[in-house]
């Protein structure tokens, strides 16, 4: 089954931070239950004024409707059903529906960022990553997405199907860091093999990271696959000093690996760099902090580095911590300027 063309012309795009912790639903067993056929509809462009955001990258001028207010946006969740791996999102960043794949449901992470919503406090739900799960789990929700099943959910019904019908990316995002895995390159292929099975061309397979395992063997390899299948690699950085890095992400890596790292993948494909900014103690970051991050970004840029945007996004959600506060969209706005100025990359804003 092949989407329609003027499906993909809608735009196809880069995922979200999930909320980690959500509700499973006492469904069906998903490989249990016979996915519906799924029956594409041409379906129409859509555009309102309550648009919260232009098309970007490299999307057509079309533009895409993603409301802040829809459940689906508000609840990020990363459980859906019973599935282990695998959940739906509707992202701002991926201007769409997103699914995400999560390799870490055993939530180890090498940072333990300020602002980290996950909750370790309670164990994990499973260790290992099950290829034949993840298969299963992918195969059945691309289904259910594309014949529509999954706009007709309690958590999806207020947006247009438009929105859950299309599939923007698969991302590997989850509760915690997805390069930790020792068979990325594996995870990868499954992935890349379900969209060749669903003929999802144009479907982009984004890594979410924090570029602490952007060395390893298995990952380089992964990420090479998926610069096959319009691969996007977004990679955390929120400091442009080894002190505000450990104040912030507080990761035993060292700061000078994650930005070898950042360089060394942008020189092979354009990357995409997230950045989390935020109040710490009522104080946002400061001017000599934000210099040395802009800093940063033209030391990759200069080192042979492409950078396609930078996604400046703040706290949606109160952290754990609460003396990690948000930015207003104004104070956003005036950091994202900055960077703008000092760099000239592209900055798209996430308030
Ligand atoms: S990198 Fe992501 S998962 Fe890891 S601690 Fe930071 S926010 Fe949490």
Redesign the pocket.
């Known amino acids: 089954m092949r989407v329609p063309t003027d499906w993909m012309s809608l735009g196809n795009i880069p995922q979200a931070?999930g909320e980690p912790d959500g509700d499973e639903h006492p469904l069906s067993n998903p490989w249990c239950t016979a996915a519906t056929k799924p029956v594409p509809q041409k379906i129409s462009r859509f555009a309102s004024p309550e648009s919260m955001l232009a098309p970007m990258g490299d999307s057509p001028a079309v533009p895409i409707t993603i409301r802040n207010t829809w459940k689906a946006v508000v609840d990020h969740a990363r459980r859906y059903q019973d599935f282990t791996y695998v959940y739906p999102v509707i992202s701002r960043r991926s201007r769409g529906l997103s699914i995400g794949v999560n390799l870490?449901p055993d939530k180890q992470?090498?940072?333990?960022?300020v602002?980290?919503?996950?909750d370790r406090t309670t164990p994990g739900k499973a260790r290992d990553v099950r290829l034949d799960q993840v298969r299963d789990e992918l195969r059945w929700l691309i289904d259910h997405a594309l014949s529509g099943g999954l706009g007709l959910e309690a958590k999806f019904n207020d947006a247009p199907p438009e929105v859950s019908r299309i599939v923007r990316d698969v991302a590997f995002s989850?509760?915690?860091?997805p390069t930790m895995v020792s068979n990325f390159d594996e995870c990868v292929e499954v992935v890349a093999n379900v969209l060749r099975e669903k003929e999802l061309a144009e479907t982009k397979i984004v890594l979410i990271t924090?570029s602490a395992g952007l060395d390893k063997v298995s990952v380089r390899r992964g990420v090479s696959l998926m610069d096959a299948h319009h691969g996007e690699v977004w990679a955390?950085l929120d400091a442009g000093t080894e002190e505000y890095y450990r104040h912030i992400?507080r990761s035993s890596v060292r700061f000078d690996r994650i930005l070898s790292n950042l360089l060394e993948t942008a020189r092979v494909r354009p990357i995409v760099i997230q950045s989390l900014f935020l109040k710490t103690h009522g104080q946002p970051m400061s001017s000599i902090e934000l210099d040395a991050y802009c800093r940063r970004l033209n030391q990759i840029r200069d080192g042979g580095g492409t950078l396609r945007e930078v996604h400046a996004y703040t706290l949606a959600r109160p952290t754990p911590e609460a003396w990690a506060t948000r930015l207003s969209a104004e104070e956003l706005s005036t950091v994202a300027e900055t960077i703008r100025a000092q760099t000239g990359l592209r900055v798209e804003e996430f308030p």
Do not use: A, I, L, Q
């Open positions: 931070v870490n992470c090498n940072f333990d960022c602002y980290c919503e996950v989850g509760d915690g860091e924090d955390k992400n």
